[in-house]
């Protein structure tokens, strides 16, 4: 083999090389930016995860206030008839 091949040989292997790192590179980036918008959307989905467990006790709660207006309707009806009763006959 002359030199002027073995020196081609090592100039190709040398360029391969370099390639090799480009692409290297250009999938580390890649995969750098897919992790971040990743991370991102995990971020996102526990925000809206948070937020959809304080809406829900929210609800709970309303749902609690509500029943125990009723109750109290109910409760107290009879007791607010007798009163508006006693006092208009009067």
Do not use: C, H, W
């Not at 930016?33 to 996102?44: G, P, Y």
């Amino acid at each position: 083999m002359s030199d002027d091949n073995l020196k081609t040989i090592l100039d190709r292997l040398e360029q391969l090389g370099n390639d090799i790192d480009k692409r290297f590179i250009s999938l580390e980036n890649g995969m750098d930016k897919r992790f971040i918008s990743l991370e991102s959307n995990i971020k996102e989905v526990k925000i809206t995860s948070e937020a959809y467990q304080k809406a829900s006790t929210q609800i709970v709660s309303l749902a609690f206030g509500l029943i125990s207006a009723a109750a109290a309707v109910v409760i107290l009806s009879p007791a607010v008839k007798a009163l508006t009763e006693f006092f208009l006959s009067k």
